[in-house]
């Protein structure tokens, strides 16, 4: 089983508001992504870290920013927030466990913003 | 770069119907190769994966067989149930996670 956790699960905010989604995981799994993904679409990198101090921008252009300052911490902020921003957004661990790379996913933090 | 082509839904079935999704991939080096699935309002779990040629994965009555000499991870279940309606997705790791676009199941009784 997975330990890897999302917060907020929900949250709705006003436009020009900054937002932080938080992620964290037990797992001490370097590598760390964030997906955006509209209900029941495709998935979107937008962000991934290898590690510590390492952070790179996906395939798809967003407007977050995401840091690592901690191996377990890979938290994804908004400065200010746009209706356009409204998504959900997943948060992965992965680690190469002998048999190859197995990637965990949090549960998901569904932000609407009005 | 790497990409994964998943067949377009959706798909819709009655209960205890043949099941295949196909997904197709390319890649530059050997990647590994997963199905996720996404139940209605719930994030996405992993639901089978194989991490070299001719590996099967297999789990709750899904199958999917990595075959490098057609590059397919085709997803099959033998008899659907309601429950298994979803959203499937393939993926492919290599240094990151790539996504195809997601196919949506539906049962129904």
């Known amino acids: 089983e997975a330990d890897i956790y999302q917060t907020p699960r929900y949250l709705v905010i006003g436009t020009g508001k900054k937002i932080t989604l938080e992620c964290s995981q037990t797992?001490?799994?370097?590598?760390m992504y964030w997906y955006q993904q509209d209900p029941g679409m495709e998935l979107h990198l937008i962000h991934y870290?290898?590690?510590?101090?390492?952070?790179e921008k996906g395939d798809l252009s967003s407007e977050s920013t995401v840091s690592r300052i901690r191996t377990e911490h890979f938290p994804l902020t908004l400065e200010s927030a746009r209706p356009s921003h409204t998504s959900q957004y997943l948060c992965?661990?992965?680690?190469?466990?002998?048999?190859?790379?197995?990637?965990?996913f949090g549960e998901g933090s569904w932000l609407t913003v009005v | 770069g790497d990409s994964v082509t998943q067949m377009e839904g959706p798909v819709t079935l009655s209960e205890e119907a043949f099941l295949t999704i196909n997904c197709t991939y390319t890649?530059?080096?050997?990647?590994?190769l997963f199905w996720y699935v996404q139940y209605p309002g719930e994030g996405l779990q992993l639901l089978l994966k194989?991490?070299?040629?001719?590996d099967k994965g297999s789990n709750k009555g899904f199958e999917a067989t990595y075959r490098k000499e057609t590059t397919s991870f085709h997803l099959e279940k033998g008899s659907v149930q309601v429950s298994d309606s979803a959203v499937y997705f393939c993926a492919l790791y290599d240094y990151k996670l790539s996504f195809g676009a997601g196919t949506t199941v539906t049962v129904r009784a």
């Open positions: 890649a530059t080096g050997y990647p590994s």
């Open positions: 870290s290898y590690g510590v101090n390492s952070t």
């Open positions: 992965a661990s992965s680690e190469y466990e002998g048999s190859g790379n197995t990637i965990y």
């Open positions: 797992m001490g799994h370097d590598k």
């Open positions: 194989a991490t070299k040629a001719d």
